[in-house]
């Protein structure tokens, strides 16, 4: 349906509403007494087949006017920089231009800012809801954010028990994104270095990655080291924790939390493998005894132990030969008393560490991937809804399933909300760095 089509249909729609001998008083008083000439406004299929689907009545505005939550959404749109986006995209100015002259009760007034608003806030919620570059990978499907189709968002407005809530629940985000965009609102104020402001957009965009309507779900923030729940809205922590090192680092992610694993082997990576065979050849293999590990004959699960002085440790260390080295349960196992699973690619989890003093370090950039926690109790507690499991005996690897699976998004946050607004924080991988630097070349290519 062509915009003239539309603008035509929903012109005819609020007059005959204006002429209707059962409209009440106020809509009679505001009834125009002629139309003016007006450009019709382009929309998308989606949106025509909404106002189609209704009869071609309205959804923001009546005949007596604009409703509340038009102006509201209008708002949104006029303040799109404070979320770090472009309002001209979502025509801003013309909306609110357009609502200024609907007010005076004219059918094609009032049809032209009905048609801008829907297709502007469509667009906006879309640009809100969705980064321009997701940086996480996806373990699975659904874990990425997904904006309402314009048609279903329209759908949801008109069925909100107020149009001013269906704009609310619409714009609704995450709390980790509605903390630096309150922070954002105000740090922009101010002039900024163009490196700084990329940097503030680059952890909005960050944290528009996590879905808005996840009722529970764990972030775990790879540049400050830190852990929350979320629950509802509700935030829980922080826990410190301990993340990839410089040269191994913990890739952002999106994943669920599906079971806990209860007395955990450790399997060494095949890089510290070949380290302890170094050793080995220095100083004896007592200290592997003394700490628990045995080497496996192989990778597979019939995988039976193998006498430590029947080792080839001189191939192992020059990475001739391969080595499996597994570390048994107990107080000093690498992975602690739990550790929590996630479907990956790359084998990154969260689990226990036993050594807490590396807690209490500034910078934890200290594991090989995966992610050590401080209070891996706490975190038991918390998914287990109160009733964390407790191992049977001493038997190894007691799978315990999680009531349901829970989301969990390892992110990297470069800014916090300060007092002037935002923080901008250290960057300790160089993400922001190499991000915008690759921006920087796409630009001076294109331009």
Request: proline fraction near 9%; charged fraction near 20%.
């Amino acid at each position: 349906m062509t915009g003239r089509r539309l603008s035509l249909l929903l012109f005819a729609a609020l007059a005959a509403c204006g002429r209707s001998p059962e409209a009440p008083p106020q809509h009679r008083e505001a009834r125009p007494a002629a139309a003016v000439s007006l450009p019709p406004v382009d929309v998308a299929p989606e949106i025509a087949a909404f106002y189609a689907a209704r009869g071609n009545r309205p959804l923001w505005v009546t005949s007596a006017g604009v409703r509340p939550g038009a102006d509201r959404a209008a708002a949104l749109l006029a303040h799109a920089a404070d979320h770090g986006l472009d309002g001209a995209r979502y025509g801003a100015a013309e909306v609110a231009a357009a609502l200024a002259g609907a007010r005076s009760g004219d059918p094609a007034a009032l049809a032209r800012a009905e048609l801008l608003l829907s297709r502007g806030f469509t667009m906006f919620v879309r640009d809100l809801r969705t980064p321009r570059v997701n940086p996480m990978l996806q373990a699975e499907e659904g874990l990425a954010p997904r904006a309402p189709a314009p048609r279903a968002l329209l759908e949801m407005l008109a069925a909100a028990p107020s149009l001013g809530e269906g704009v609310a629940a619409a714009t609704r985000m995450n709390p980790l994104y509605g903390a630096l965009q309150r922070g954002y609102a105000r740090w922009r104020t101010a002039p900024h270095p163009a490196q700084e402001q990329a940097r503030a957009l680059l952890n909005l965009d960050r944290a528009r990655a996590i879905p808005a309507d996840a009722p529970r779900y764990v972030i775990v923030d790879l540049a400050s080291a830190r852990l929350w729940t979320v629950e509802n809205g509700r935030v829980g922590g922080p826990m410190r924790v301990v993340v990839g090192k410089p040269g191994m680092k913990t890739p952002l992610m999106a994943s669920r939390l599906t079971y806990a694993v209860l007395n955990p082997y450790w399997n060494m990576p095949p890089d510290l493998a070949r380290e302890r065979a170094r050793r080995v050849l220095k100083q004896g293999s007592g200290f592997l005894a003394a700490g628990g590990f045995q080497v496996l004959s192989d990778w597979g699960e019939t995988a039976r132990p193998v006498p430590l002085g029947a080792v080839n440790w001189r191939a192992a260390a020059a990475g001739a030969e391969a080595l499996r080295i597994r570390q048994l349960p107990g107080a000093s196992n690498v992975m602690g008393r739990i550790k929590f699973m996630m479907p990956n690619r790359l084998g990154i989890y969260l689990h226990d560490f036993p050594d807490k003093s590396l807690f209490t370090r500034d910078d934890r950039r200290l594991s090989s991937g995966c992610v050590r926690l401080a209070d891996a109790a706490a975190l038991a507690r918390w998914l287990f809804r109160g009733a964390p499991p407790r191992p049977e005996g001493s038997t190894p690897e007691q799978r315990v399933d999680l009531p349901e699976a829970v989301p969990v998004y390892l992110t990297y946050v470069t800014a916090l909300p300060g007092e002037k607004g935002l923080d901008l924080r250290p960057d300790p991988y160089g993400l922001d760095a190499t991000r915008i630097a690759l921006s920087d070349r796409k630009r001076s290519r294109s331009g």
